[in-house]
């Protein structure tokens, strides 16, 4: 099939390598349909608009996000108060929101919520699994652009007896919508999907795509192109929601009036003035309006921009956010005293040539050509560093992007390739690479591989602008060639099959 990409024409054969360096680029249909309405007013304020600097808004302010595509805190409401420093999150599974966590925060000199949490009575009842029952908990983490959305870590419990059994961490990502969307003309967004806990059981139909939103009253109608990375097939679809007052204020969902719905397929859609998109999906048997199955658990999105983005000014830009491993269950190499899962992460502190990615760098050239032969090609000039904050304490390893243990690790490298030249903010021939001193191994308890380990798979990114700081979204794929992959086990030497997700807001110091 043929395809067009930055004018020139190409053909795909089904075997060819997606590595960077080969041809990785994909059917782009959706691209022109998006391209058509990049200019047109969105319903929602800032929407699709070339963003401007803004002053952070007042510390005093209470801000209230919906969320959540991960399945811990699906359609979860979240208030940040920054006047009491409070944070407060509820549920509503089948209705009625349900109190799950509270909590007190400070902010730290990295820009990270440090959140000390209490479990409402009974919900969850993991008292039997806590070091101390009944005590506030540390080690969650947050990043907020005011007023438009957070990323956050509700669960990441550091746990230091041996006896315990860590508890997956709770990701989310929520947004600030205030009122139903208004698009009397196809607003385009773009999208990953964010992996399902049992993602690697299920074949993904959908890995990253654009879509055109379009009102008609309380209607709201997805227009949806979804590809595979590496794959030359896309899935199109258009199915109809709608949008109307919740428990958590305005939402939308598909199908109509289905929200807290428990013997169907929903997507529950909050749609942020700000240009932030977050979907949560439950999957029963059917697809969803983003054109995802469930080998997914949603789609975190940000509105095109209205221009091509400025990949040097992305690449001088410094960033929090996380790294999102839903299958990241190694626990064979080291005993663990904290949750892999999802990790709080700083990217843009560092460049190729740092001291501290020094380990990052020759991991990555033993296996290019060489070694197990794991990384294809080395990060170009268009890469961003950075990785986990992963210490060691007195009471053992924890993920604590505080600063106070000092600052984040270099073994992470995301090279965005080229922007599309038809989809401002797409970049769908990204590249991540991982160095042999991703966690939670060490020069002592190395990847177990035939030589110094290190790995680079493909993946796709979406960058857009919100109250002038970037947004970058990455996925990665665990059925792309090669894998996405981390760290392998004796039974596995070479690594573990297993999707990836990166999610980031540029630092606003």
Not at 122 to 129: A, E, I, L, N, Q
Not at 357 to 379: D, F, I, K, Y
Not at 398 to 403: L, V
Request: glycine residues 10%; hydrophobic residues 40%; negative net charge.
């Amino acid at each position: 099939m043929a395809f067009v990409r930055q004018g020139v024409t190409h053909r795909e054969s089904g075997g060819g390598n997606p590595m960077r360096g080969g041809l990785r680029s994909k059917v782009m249909p959706f691209i022109t349909f998006l391209a058509l309405f990049a200019e047109l007013p969105l319903g929602l304020c800032g929407c699709g608009e070339t963003a401007k600097p803004v002053t952070p808004t007042s510390a005093n302010d209470v801000h209230s996000y919906f969320g959540s595509p991960f399945p811990a805190y699906a359609n979860s409401a979240s208030i940040i108060d920054h006047s009491a420093t409070r944070i407060s999150v509820s549920t509503a599974p089948f209705g009625t929101p349900v109190p799950q966590v509270s909590g007190t925060f400070t902010t730290a000199p990295t820009g990270f919520l440090s959140i000390v949490e209490n479990f409402a009575a009974g919900v969850p009842d993991f008292s039997m699994m806590f070091p101390n029952p009944g005590q506030p908990l540390k080690g969650a983490w947050a990043v907020e652009i005011p007023g438009a959305g957070a990323l956050a870590n509700l669960l990441n419990l550091n746990l230091t007896q041996s006896s315990v059994v860590p508890i997956p961490a709770g990701p989310a990502a929520m947004v600030q919508n205030t009122v139903c969307p208004s698009f009397p003309q196809p607003a385009p967004f773009l999208y990953v999907t964010v992996p399902a806990l049992n993602a690697n059981s299920t074949t993904s139909i959908a890995d990253f795509g654009g879509v055109a939103m379009s009102t008609r009253g309380s209607a709201v109608t997805f227009a949806a192109q979804s590809f595979l990375i590496g794959s030359s097939a896309p899935t199109s679809s258009t199915v109809t929601g709608g949008c109307s007052d919740s428990f958590f204020g305005p939402l939308t969902t598909y199908p109509l009036n289905s929200f807290g719905a428990a013997a169907t397929s929903v997507d529950t859609v909050a749609i942020g003035g700000s240009g932030l998109l977050i979907d949560s999906f439950v999957a029963n048997g059917t697809n969803g309006a983003f054109g995802q199955n469930s080998a997914v658990s949603g789609v975190i999105g940000v509105a095109v921009p209205s221009s091509p983005v400025d990949v040097s000014a992305v690449n001088g830009a410094k960033y929090n956010g996380f790294i999102y491993a839903p299958q990241n269950n190694n626990t064979s190499a080291v005993p663990l005293t904290y949750d892999i899962h999802v990790l709080a992460a700083a990217f843009g502190d560092r460049t190729a040539t740092s001291t501290s990615c020094s380990s990052l760098r020759t991991s990555l050239a033993a296996n290019h050509g060489q070694g197990a032969g794991t990384v294809a090609a080395l990060p170009s000039a268009n890469s961003l560093y950075g990785g986990e904050f992963l210490t060691t304490t007195g009471a053992g390893v924890a993920n604590d992007p505080t600063g106070a243990n000092g600052s984040e690790n270099c073994d992470v490298a995301i090279d965005l390739g080229q922007q599309d030249s038809m989809s401002n903010g797409l970049f769908p021939n990204a590249t991540v690479f991982i160095g042999s001193n991703y966690p939670p191994f060490s020069a002592n308890n190395p990847w177990v591989c035939p030589a110094t380990c290190a790995v680079s798979f493909p993946a796709a990114a979406v960058v857009g602008q919100v109250q002038g700081q970037f947004v970058i979204f990455v996925v990665a794929s665990s059925q792309s060639n090669p894998p996405a992959q981390l760290p392998g086990s004796p039974s596995q030497p070479v690594g573990v099959p297993q999707p990836v997700g990166i999610y980031l807001f540029q630092r606003s110091q």
